[in-house]
Every structure is written in structure tokens, then in C-alpha cells.
């Protein structure tokens, strides 16, 4: 294709599947998160979870694991790819090996930083805000 050897192509095509991947989690993750805590406040509830016995720390992983499974989702979705990458060329599983934890770190942080958001936002509208601004073309 375009003169390019095999592996070039294969190069450019697992980086292209990469940078797919992580710009889905990207985009998908932290709008599972950015709600937790702000309905908690909206809803009158954040009072009565702060009187809890749990510290900040297990209120937030409790908030963060939930939304921890649908994220990995993509992650799912695109192991085919990889899969097919793999068969093309064998050597491609110690790259898969080397990007999987990175992956996973990226669905983590994007996770967190909705969290984050959620936590600072007194109410959900205002805590998805950000993400509607810098995906809007208004």
C-alpha cells in the first residue's frame, strides 16, 4: 500500500488502533465519573455519606470502581484488533504485552479526573460542563 513495506504499514496501523483506543477512553470515561459526587450534593445525600464511618479516600474508590467496568469496555472492544495484529505478526504480543498496562492507566486517570471534576461541581450540570465545552462546536 503506498510503496510501504509490511511492517511499516503494520507499525502504522497498530499506532493508529492505540490512538484510537485511547481518544474513546478519553472521551467516554470521564463522563461515567463526573456525575458521582455532584447528584450526591445535588440530592441532599452528600451530608449523610460524609457522616459515614468510611474516610474520603474509600468514598471516592466506592465512587470510582463502578464506573470502572464500563469504561474498560473499550478497552474490550478493540482486543480483536490487536488479536488480528498478533496473527499478522507474532511479535506484535510483546508490544500488546507493553501497551495493555497503559491503556488500563489511561482509563484509570480518565476516570479519575471526571471524579475529580464531579467533586469540585456542586451540580452535575456544572460538573459535565467542561466536557461539553471542549467537544461542542458552538
Not at 12 to 20: H, N, P, S
Amino acid at each position: 500500500y503506498g510503496g510501504a513495506e509490511q511492517g511499516d504499514l503494520l507499525r502504522y496501523v497498530a499506532q493508529v488502533v492505540v490512538a484510537l483506543q485511547i481518544g474513546i477512553i478519553a472521551l467516554v470515561a470521564p463522563s461515567l465519573t463526573s456525575a458521582a459526587i455532584s447528584t450526591e450534593i445535588e440530592n441532599g445525600t452528600w451530608e449523610l455519606l460524609r457522616l459515614t464511618p468510611r474516610g474520603g479516600g474509600e468514598i471516592f474508590a466506592g465512587k470510582l470502581l463502578p464506573s470502572l467496568v464500563p469504561a474498560v469496555l473499550p478497552v474490550l472492544a478493540l482486543l480483536p484488533a490487536y488479536g488480528a495484529l498478533c496473527i499478522v505478526n507474532p511479535s506484535y504480543v510483546l508490544f500488546l504485552g507493553r501497551m495493555m498496562p497503559v491503556v488500563l492507566l489511561a482509563v484509570l486517570f480518565c476516570c479519575m479526573v471526571g471524579l475529580t471534576f464531579s467533586s469540585f461541581m456542586a451540580s452535575t450540570a456544572r460538573a459535565t460542563a467542561p466536557r461539553r465545552r471542549l467537544f461542542s462546536r458552538s
